[in-house]
């Protein structure tokens, strides 16, 4: 039913394909995190290492990234009625 609510989406309403990027900034930040010099060192942030706090923040942000696909995507498409009127029942 997910599958066919995001094709059904994207599908009928192209100016909301930029909602499925939200997600990708956050996603790099925790990827990249590792490799970026000033978050993987030996010194601290709010008393924490850095590399805790870096990621710790971009989960945070992450959860809003994904309600947005989610609410604004994903949600208006699930019930029948939508569905029917893109064809995809």
Do not use: K, Y
Not at 42 to 70: N, T
């Amino acid at each position: 039913m997910h599958r066919e609510a995001i094709l059904g989406a994207i599908e009928d309403s192209p100016q909301r394909r930029w909602l499925l990027l939200v997600p990708v900034a956050p996603v790099l930040a925790l990827v990249t995190a590792v490799w970026l010099p000033f978050v993987n060192t030996a010194d601290l942030w709010l008393g924490m290492p850095r590399l805790l706090v870096w990621c710790s923040a971009w989960v945070l942000l992450l959860l809003p990234a994904l309600a947005a696909v989610e609410f604004g995507l994903v949600r208006p498409f699930e019930d029948g009625h939508r569905l029917e009127e893109a064809g995809l029942r």
